[in-house]
């Protein structure tokens, strides 16, 4: 597609259940990273992953968060048994390589309630 | 480890102004420097990309300097308008690994 899709835009779930978020990056694009962002801070780095090299995992907070990238193109990450510190925006970006630049998703807006 | 300071973090103009955002990085080895718009509750949106072997770059109203021997860009935001509010990001990428490091941001609201 034209630009960095993610899905769903807003989600709402209860503490405890598990949650996919998904990613459809720019065709073409090797790297694509997940960010997290809190009400009012910055971004937080998640994961990243780059054609088919294994996925740099270091700013996962917890062994809750994972994420995969299936065929080099759409990622889902997935956090298992939610908590309401979990509560924030998740983007996905996505490029072809890093002198390129980054393109944004417009994120995933995740309430645990 | 790459810290990226923005500043101020938050600025209150009145229509019509120039400014000036800052963006300060600890590490010099970068590849790029990227400036990001962040509307409320919405992505971000890439305004302008420089290279590390480039020192500005202009769109429109907005030009971007990097100074990358002093760990330094600023973006230059020309004839402000109320429809520029909103929060700017700057963001380095490493020749070291794969991160993109992102500043806190800096919150501008252009009053009419």
């Known amino acids: 597609g034209a630009g960095v899709s993610q899905s769903p835009s807003n989600k709402v779930t209860e503490k405890g259940k598990d949650v996919e978020l998904r990613c459809d990056p720019i065709?073409?694009?090797?790297?694509l990273y997940w960010y997290r962002q809190s009400l009012g801070q910055g971004l937080e780095f998640l994961i990243y992953?780059?054609?088919?090299?294994?996925?740099?995992k270091s700013g996962l907070p917890s062994d809750r968060f994972s994420a995969e990238r299936t065929g080099g193109s759409v990622s889902t990450l997935t956090i298992q048994r939610t908590q309401q510190e979990d509560s924030a925006v998740y983007l996905c970006?996505?490029?072809?390589?890093?002198?390129?630049?980054?393109?944004f998703g417009s994120g995933t807006r995740l309430t645990v309630v | 480890k790459q810290e990226v300071t923005q500043i101020p973090a938050a600025l209150s103009v009145p229509e019509g102004e120039n400014l000036v955002l800052n963006c300060s990085f600890t590490?010099?080895?970068?590849?790029?420097l990227q400036w990001f718009r962040q509307d409320p509750g919405k992505g971000l949106t890439s305004l302008l990309l420089?290279?590390?072997?480039?020192r500005e770059q202009t769109s429109g109203r907005l030009n971007a300097s990097l100074d990358k021997s002093s760990g330094r860009s600023t973006l230059y935001i020309a004839a402000s308008q109320p429809g520029d509010s909103a929060t700017y990001l700057c963001?380095?990428?490493?020749?070291?690994?794969?991160?993109?490091?992102f500043g806190g941001g800096t919150r501008l609201m252009v009053k009419p």
């Open positions: 992953f780059q054609g088919n090299s294994a996925p740099d």
């Open positions: 590490d010099s080895a970068i590849y790029n």
């Open positions: 963001a380095v990428f490493n020749n070291a690994g794969n991160m993109l490091t």
């Open positions: 065709s073409g694009h090797t790297a």
């Open positions: 970006a996505s490029s072809r390589g890093g002198r390129n630049g980054y393109t």
């Open positions: 420089i290279q590390s072997s480039q």
